[in-house]
């Protein structure tokens, strides 16, 4: 039996408003409803309550596993693709948690992250910790299910994610390092086949770095205001009311070098580009969208990059089947 105090918890029991949806929080909470309220602070700790980030995590991984599968002309490796889904889950829960404890004090300043498990006072830094070392030995193991070359390309990534949390305290360009990590995907995919790296991943590595500031920018309206007062840096901030432009450049950085990816992979057919237009019109629908006097729709522009990401994997999936079957 898990001790009580594990959880920090005097009688291991959350306080009734733990399972309390957070404001960025996904609108379905069945987990709280499954689940014993003791586990409701460290399932919103590790994100799972807002499925949006092990998406956008994944995805650039699924996505250079399909290039690589497409340039070495053999099926989708199907067991690559569920690991880096168990790994984006993992790992994205570690570094909220781990972004959540060293955050906690600037957290309890700004009104969208207040309630969160840590500046709310519903867990300890000292179980936050222990929760993090679980979470991360789950995302080692799976990184141990890959070649040598792929598991020292994951483990070189945990330096940006330490970086990650203290960079809004340093530069206005805190957006640019988590796109530095959340675009490792990108390079993982094809690793795990080649046990190499070479230009195509590199610039799907690009095109995805630039798309995460893009929407990270967008995510990243919802605490303007706060962030001001209390002297958070964000690209948000920086581009102020150039944010529509600064965005639209972003995105339009992300289509040209994913562009260049699959140019490079020589493998460029007619579904891989449609899966590249359908993905660049809706950086373009986002953009339209974006209003910097008006943030109550950055969570749902945000959100929707998942779908922009859905897009693009179509294209590779389709050109996938139409090169096995024809």
Known sequence: ??????FGFSDGIAPASSAAPLPDAHPAQWLFALTPAVWHPYIQLARLDRPIGWWLLVLPCWWSSLL???????PPQFLDGLLFLIG???MRG???????LVDRDI?????????????????????AKRFILAQALVGFAVLL?????TVGLGIASLAIIAAYPFMKRITPWPQAVLGLAFAWGALMGWAAQFGALAASPLWLYFGGFFWIIGYDTIYALMDVSDDAIIGVK??????????RLCVGALYGASVLCLEIALLTSGRAGFWMQAGLLGFALHL???????DPNETSGALRLFRANRTAGLIFLAGLAAQMIQDLLF
């Open 1 to 6: 039996m898990i001790p009580k105090s594990w």
């Open 284 to 290: 373009a629908w986002q953009v339209l969208r974006i």
């Open 107 to 127: 957290d309890a300043k700004v009104e969208r992250t207040r309630q969160r498990p840590l500046p709310s006072g519903r867990v300890s830094a000292g179980a």
């Open 145 to 149: 299910c890959f070649n040598k070359f």
């Open 234 to 243: 964000s690209t948000a901030r920086l581009f102020g009311p150039h944010v």
């Open 88 to 90: 984006a889950i993992a």
């Open 68 to 74: 690589a599968s497409l340039v070495m002309r053999q």
């Open 94 to 100: 570690a570094g909220s948690t781990y972004n959540d």
